[in-house]
């Protein structure tokens, strides 16, 4: 049945995104349920999230904590988030007018591109690329300009960004630890960036929504720690990533009083307030400190389970440092595109992944796929068992 009443046309309008069907992540799991496949593609947990976390919801809903918040968020949260930065990044934020609580870190990415984005404007973006960064620049009627980083550490070429910079750049585009490589930004990029926007009036957005999944004894350069790159930046976070909740969509955007007071007027008239007992369950939860010091193990065991289960494959890893994810590549293996690799995994031998090529936006093959380790050791394994017989 479709809506049907007249029997009229429906009146044309132009497309904003003409080019833009379903994302990658709709379609694989649309395939996974079709095919019954195990779902290694969409990143999010198969395991429970905290019962600890769950229950705090269900007291604060219980205690008539239903309504409206205030519209930047509910202040005891932007309070122990804005503690939280100090003890682990050791900065000063003020939470009433530094931090918003937003409907999870896309919203927060997309309304800090549509708060400072003007026609004609260029944007720095490092490809592979989570898929909503270009569409939100180009509604916005800017321009994408495209950097690769380089395979396979996927590191960023510094001398190609300040090439690549005009009178037009408005925004270098970040994301730490990187979705879909897992790669990192080290020590040595965050100088290279410092000496990049020095003496500019380029901002930053830097996409941290794995802020604490991140491995192998690394420190996460958060944008929090440099006074000078924080000052031009909108920093975007998600509690739903971290706290493995992906369905609560919530999340927070950290920017300098300036850069936060036009943000929360595009926010204001799109959302205005955020899910009121979810903020007073996480401003409960984020007291203690054990809630997020223990994330970046947990998701390291994971991640290093699946290696470990793999070796009995002909798929080799690239390395990954953070996230959920973990690049695979085929090549010797087959010659077909990763898309359509990835389709035939899922039909045919019942696991699904995502094509890294969906990532780039001449969709770059380079026989590599995305596989999401956030799951459970049974779920790993199973899918392991099936891609033994590829
Ligand atoms: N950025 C990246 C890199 C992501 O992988 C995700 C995952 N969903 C998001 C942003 C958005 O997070 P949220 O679900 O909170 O909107
Ligand atoms: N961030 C998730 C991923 O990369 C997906 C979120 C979504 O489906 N938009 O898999």
Redesign the pocket.
């Known amino acids: 049945m479709s809506l049907k009443i007249t029997g009229l046309p429906t009146p044309p309008i132009i497309s904003k995104l003409p080019s833009i069907g379903p994302t990658i992540f709709t379609v694989m799991s649309s395939l996974a349920v079709e095919h019954k496949a195990i779902n290694l593609g969409q990143?999010f947990p198969d395991y429970p999230m905290s019962e600890e976390l769950i229950s705090l919801v269900n007291q604060h809903m219980k205690a008539g904590h239903n309504q409206y918040v205030h519209m930047n968020g509910l202040p005891e949260l932007r309070s122990v988030i804005a503690e939280k930065i100090y003890y682990l990044y050791q900065q000063h934020i003020n939470p009433d007018t530094e931090i918003t609580i937003t409907p999870?870190?896309?919203?927060a990415?997309y309304t800090a591109l549509t708060t400072v984005l003007q026609p004609g404007d260029e944007v720095i973006v490092f490809e592979p690329a989570?898929d909503s960064y270009i569409p939100n620049i180009e509604i916005n009627g800017a321009l994408a300009v495209l950097i690769p980083l380089v395979y396979p550490d996927y590191k960023i070429n510094w001398e190609l960004v300040r090439k690549s910079i005009t009178s037009k750049t408005k925004m270098i585009m970040l994301?730490s630890p990187h979705?879909p490589t897992g790669s990192v930004l080290a020590k040595e990029d965050i100088i290279e960036l410092q000496k990049t926007v020095a003496g500019t009036q380029i901002l930053i957005l830097s996409?941290e929504?794995y802020e604490h999944l991140i491995f192998d004894g690394m420190e996460h350069e958060s944008m929090l720690r440099y006074p000078d790159l924080l000052e031009r930046s909108f920093v975007c976070f998600?509690f739903?990533?971290v706290y493995h909740c992906?369905g609560w969509?919530l999340?927070y955007c950290v920017a300098p009083g300036a850069l936060t007071t036009e943000f929360r007027k595009v926010h204001q008239f799109n959302c205005f307030s955020c899910n009121s007992p979810m903020q007073f369950a996480l401003a409960d939860f984020l007291q203690n400190k054990e809630s997020y010091l223990t994330l970046g193990a947990f998701l390291q065991k994971k991640r290093d389970y699946l290696l470990q289960l793999m070796k009995q494959t002909k798929f080799k890893p690239l390395p990954s440092h953070g996230s959920y994810f973990q690049l695979y590549s085929y090549k010797g293996m087959s010659d077909e595109s990763e898309k359509d690799l990835a389709i035939r995994l899922t039909k045919d031998y019942g696991v699904a992944t995502i094509p890294t090529s969906a990532f780039y936006k001449d969709g770059k093959d380079d026989k590599v796929l995305r596989f999401c380790f956030a799951k459970k050791e049974s779920t790993l394994e199973e899918a392991v068992n099936r891609l033994m017989k590829f």
Request: proline share 0%.
């Open positions: 990143g999870g870190g896309t919203y990415i989570y994301n979705n996409d929504v998600s739903g990533k992906t969509k999340g």
